[in-house]
Nanobody, 123 residues
């Protein structure tokens, strides 16, 4: 199975912005819901955002709503996560994954996972 590949992480000051990308190959991902999750040190992996296969529906965790934006370009087989107004508590490894069942915010609803990209927000 082909895994998605995340990129775009880095070190940024509080209040700054980053754009994460998740590159995936072909129909393996373009026909599926895609999600972003994150995991901070010592914490469980948590839902951040998800987008339907055609981009028509999005869903966000309350903690990132109005600050983060998920989007996708199926022609480029890429899903994006725009992170604005970043806070130190946003520091985590960010993962994208393919959704294959119900439960948009549930880790169990996703199968193919990337290796993650580190986002570090300094205060």
């Amino acid at each position: 199975q082909v895994q998605p590949v995340e990129s775009g992480g880095g070190l940024v000051q509080a209040g700054g912005s980053l754009r994460l990308s998740c590159a995936a190959s072909g129909r393996t991902f373009s026909s599926y819901r895609m999600g972003w999750f994150r995991q901070a040190p010592g914490k469980e992996r948590e839902f951040v955002a998800a987008i339907s296969w055609n981009g028509g529906v999005t869903n966000y965790a309350d903690s990132v709503k109005a600050r983060f934006t998920i989007s996708r370009d199926n022609a480029k087989n890429t899903v994006y996560l725009q992170l604005n107004s970043l806070k130190p508590e946003d520091t985590a490894v960010y993962y994208c994954a393919r959704g294959y069942s119900g439960g948009w915010q549930n880790l169990n609803g996703y199968d193919l996972w990337g290796q993650g990209t580190q986002v570090t927000v300094s205060s």
